[in-house]
């Protein structure tokens, strides 16, 4: 019914940049530009924590307190793909990122998302 794919994710050195993408496509997601999208992480032995979310016209964007300034989140509705562009990536940085849909209105709240990519590796050296 529908799919997120996320891609972009590798490892990079500390101080270094990554783009993850995530593309959207099925039924469910024939009126993308009515979902929120969220980017969320989980590093091992960790609960998966909210990094960014966009609402569905990209108007409005959150950041968690510690990607704010680094990350930036956007969405190209015309394509069914929202974005996380990573500067100054941190070891801390290092975790699985996922992207996921919801209807209506962002939240922070991982359990208020409905729909899931599989996630993608990001992985920082120091």
């Known amino acids: 019914q529908g799919l997120l794919v996320e891609s972009g994710g590798g490892l990079v050195q500390a101080g270094g940049s990554l783009r993850l993408s995530c593309a959207a496509s099925?039924?469910?997601?024939?009126?993308?530009?009515?979902?929120?999208m969220g980017w969320f992480r989980q590093a091992p032995g960790k609960e998966r924590e909210f990094v960014s979310a966009?609402?569905?016209?990209?108007?409005?964007?959150d950041y968690a307190d510690s990607v704010k300034g680094r990350f930036t989140i956007s969405r190209d509705n015309a394509k069914n793909t929202v974005y996380l562009q990573m500067n100054s990536l941190k070891p801390e940085d290092k975790a699985v990122y996922y992207c996921?849909?919801?209807?209506?209105?962002?939240?922070?709240?991982?359990?208020?998302?409905?729909?899931w990519g599989q996630g993608t590796q990001v992985t920082v050296s120091s």
């Open positions: 996921a849909a919801r209807p209506l209105r962002a939240t922070t709240n991982p359990g208020e998302y409905p729909y």
């Open positions: 099925g039924r469910t997601f024939n009126r993308y530009n009515s979902y929120a």
């Open positions: 966009i609402s569905w016209d990209g108007g409005s964007t």
